[in-house]
């Protein structure tokens, strides 16, 4: 029994050791790269895009097939001539111009060959292998737009479950103090120290941060339930982050230079891809008006026989061979190809649209976020002064309640000041977060990923 119960304690000793592993940011963010779905689906785009590629080159190697047939001819085909068009066909016997017919094959055949044909000119598809490095590039671009919203999201998430536990623990230690004042209120009400409505007051001032806490614990649940469904975790309560949120990260890979440089935005570059891809397709339509030229070899086999069974028969099989070439020229296919490129080119000018439009849309972007996290910047200044005063107040007011110059209540007073002074600050550092990762986002400064 003994040794069942130390063996309970050590597995679950592991149990928890193994639960209360700490995550930084970065774990956190390579954990849902490893795991979401659009990311893993954009990686086998890419191989899609591979396999198509290789599946586009094999059509310039040369193709090889065998064809065989066996037929029964229940009602022979016969040959129609009349009689004295061709001499060797003959008959003196039937007058001159009677039609007569005649079978020229056996009730049973066999057919029997080899083919092989090689591509030897095709514009169209030799300018289709242009387009295979230009899809791997949108296939590339497609998985980092993928990857940064990941990151993007995951980010946020972490620094809100850092906020929401600072936040807790400040609420916690709060209620923690105001208990204090609370049964000294209680105790001095007994001697007749202070009056009940005071004592009242301060009830109400505890019951609020009780209720605070509980809200501050839904929160930090929320939180680390948006993160555990972002790196897919079955168990978000028992996620342990490393680290405090604090200013430093709002000056990390950071600067003033808010001049925009579209390329460095992975959808402006698809639109790019996007528009060089439209570009070569119009040149594989153009290739469609070339000529094609292939090669081409067959040899094979064609016994026949009266009875099938002879069929097989050695002395029945004479081989044939011959090669060729194959020179295909478009002359008219009803404006198709035509229609085809002009649609292409439609879809050039939509394209080219879109490029304008996505500049003044990043343009707008950079602007819009670079003005909130400024805005921030400034707030947190303010907030984080109001937070020093609150804490100074509170030190101020309690030495001079110890030396009863204060009373009870403007003990409560200053906490409730500071406590407000603390959520004012931490929310505006959580906004000036994710003001910052916004602007990076729309700078196209994201990449730890």
Request: hydrophobic content about 40%; glycine content about 4%.
């Amino acid at each position: 029994m003994k040794r069942t119960i130390v063996f309970l304690f050590i597995l679950t000793s592991l149990s928890g050791l193994a639960q209360e592993k700490e995550y930084t940011l970065q774990q956190c963010i390579d954990q849902a790269l490893d795991t979401n779905a659009k990311v893993k689906n954009a990686t086998i785009d890419l191989g899609i895009v591979e396999n198509d590629t290789k599946e586009l080159k094999s059509k310039v190697l040369p193709h090889v097939e065998a064809d065989a047939n066996l037929m029964h001819n229940f009602n022979i085909q016969k040959i129609v001539l009349e009689n004295g068009a061709i001499p060797a066909f003959t008959d003196p016997t039937i007058p001159s111009g009677e039609v007569i017919a005649f079978q020229l094959q056996l009730k049973n055949s066999l057919t029997a060959s080899l083919n092989a044909s090689q591509v030897i000119f095709d514009k169209s598809l030799f300018e289709s292998f242009k387009a295979t490095d230009l899809k791997k590039e949108l296939g590339d671009q497609s998985l980092e737009k993928e990857k940064i919203d990941v990151v993007v999201g995951v980010t946020k998430a972490y620094y809100s479950v850092l906020i929401s536990q600072q936040q807790l623990e400040f609420l916690e230690s709060n209620l923690d103090r105001i208990e204090t004042v609370y049964a000294d209120a209680e105790a001095k009400l007994k001697s007749g120290l202070v009056r009940p409505i005071d004592v009242n007051r301060i009830e109400v001032a505890l019951n609020n941060i009780k209720d605070e806490e509980q809200t501050a614990q839904q929160n930090v649940a929320l939180s680390k339930a948006a993160l555990g469904y972002l790196m897919h975790n079955n168990a978000p309560d028992n996620i342990q982050l490393s680290g405090t949120l604090d200013e430093s990260v709002l000056y990390e890979q950071g600067g003033d230079d808010n001049a925009v440089n579209y390329s460095d935005r992975v959808e402006y570059n698809m639109l790019e891809t996007q528009q060089k891809l439209n570009e070569q397709s119009l040149l594989i339509h153009k290739g469609m008006f070339y000529p094609r030229l292939s090669a081409f070899a067959t040899t094979g086999v064609n016994p026949a026989a009266t009875n099938l069974g002879d069929i097989f028969q050695s002395d029945r099989y004479f081989n044939y061979s011959y090669v060729g070439l194959r020179l295909q020229v478009p002359i008219f296919n009803g404006m198709e190809k035509t229609y085809q490129s002009g649609t292409l080119k439609l879809q050039k000018e939509k394209i080219q649209n879109n490029l304008d439009e996505a500049q003044q849309f990043i343009d707008n972007q950079v602007e819009q976020a670079d003005i909130r996290f400024n805005k921030s910047l400034q707030s947190i200044k303010l907030q984080k002064r109001n937070l020093e005063l609150a804490e100074e107040n509170v030190k101020s007011i309690k030495f001079e309640n110890e030396h009863g110059v204060a009373n009870t209540i403007e003990v409560v007073d200053a906490e409730t000041d500071l406590r407000l002074a603390q959520n004012k600050y931490y929310n505006a550092l959580y906004q000036a977060v994710t003001a910052k990762i916004d602007l990076e986002k729309a700078k196209g400064a994201i990449r730890n990923y």
